[in-house]
């Protein structure tokens, strides 16, 4: 790719571009619950909540996705882990999202890239679904995040880095526009400008101090009358 003069907008998708809080996260952690229970079981039983929630939240800490601590710790294969943690009954019933977000995307400047810590065929079928995959000029998902061949998903420095290496862009050009306060403040490190949307995602998550915010809003469509200062 030719080096870019205008915006590059990163943009995550859950409790980003649609509320994921409202059912599709739930779902996720329960199904990913069993998963981590069946593993850490005896062959016989499944571990309990308690082993269970310990363990995820461990990893969470430490690798920003519970599925890179199975992958490391357990010898789960990570495309097996996501086809558990994200199989749907009905996954178009479990979305929810504002209206207007096509509207607000059109009028955006520059390139539009969904980077996300989702798999590519969940991630896909809701932006899809949103009608908002013909407005993204390029799809990053959580298998294509690797560097030197192993995972390094949000809110790898080291991923982001080889990201604006390969695009041939600058960190300044780049708007990281994220619901996760850890994937911001790796970002800003790097030099990118940040958005936090913080409407979807439970409020005590948000009382960290949040120098790496240069701008919060409370859905994408405040992005509407306030993306301009990012043009200078």
């Given at each position: 790719m030719k080096k870019q003069s205008s915006l590059v907008w990163l943009f995550d998708l859950d409790n980003t571009l649609h509320n994921a809080s409202h059912a599709i996260f739930p779902a996720i952690n329960r199904n990913m619950n069993a998963y981590?229970?069946?593993v850490l079981g005896d062959g016989t039983n499944p571990a309990d909540e308690a082993t269970v929630n310990a363990v995820r939240q461990d990893y969470y800490q430490r690798y920003g996705v519970t599925m890179l601590g199975m992958v490391r710790h357990h010898g789960v294969k990570a495309e097996e882990f996501l086809q558990a943690a994200h199989a749907f009954d009905d996954l178009r019933a479990m979305i929810r999202a504002q209206?207007?977000?096509?509207?607000?995307l059109r009028r955006l400047p520059g390139k539009k890239i969904l980077?996300?810590?989702?798999?590519?065929?969940?991630?896909?079928?809701?932006?899809?679904?949103?009608?908002?995959?013909?407005?993204?000029?390029?799809?990053?998902?959580?298998?294509?995040?690797?560097?030197?061949?192993?995972?390094?998903p949000k809110p790898s420095r080291p991923f982001l880095h080889k990201l604006l290496a390969?695009?041939?862009?600058?960190?300044?050009?780049c708007v990281l526009v994220e619901d996760s306060l850890d994937n911001l403040r790796a970002a800003k490190s790097v030099g990118l400008r940040t958005v936090l949307i913080k409407g979807y995602?439970?409020?005590h998550l948000h009382q960290r101090p949040a120098a790496c915010v240069d701008l919060s809003t409370t859905s994408v469509l405040g992005l509407s009358q306030r993306y301009r200062q990012f043009l200078v």
């Open positions: 981590i229970a069946d209206r207007g977000l096509v509207r607000i980077f996300t810590n989702a798999p590519q065929d969940y991630s896909q079928r809701v932006m899809r679904h949103l009608k908002l995959h013909r407005h993204f000029d390029a799809h990053i998902s959580v298998e294509q995040m690797r560097v030197h061949g192993k995972l390094q390969m695009n041939r862009l600058s960190a300044k050009q995602t439970p409020v």
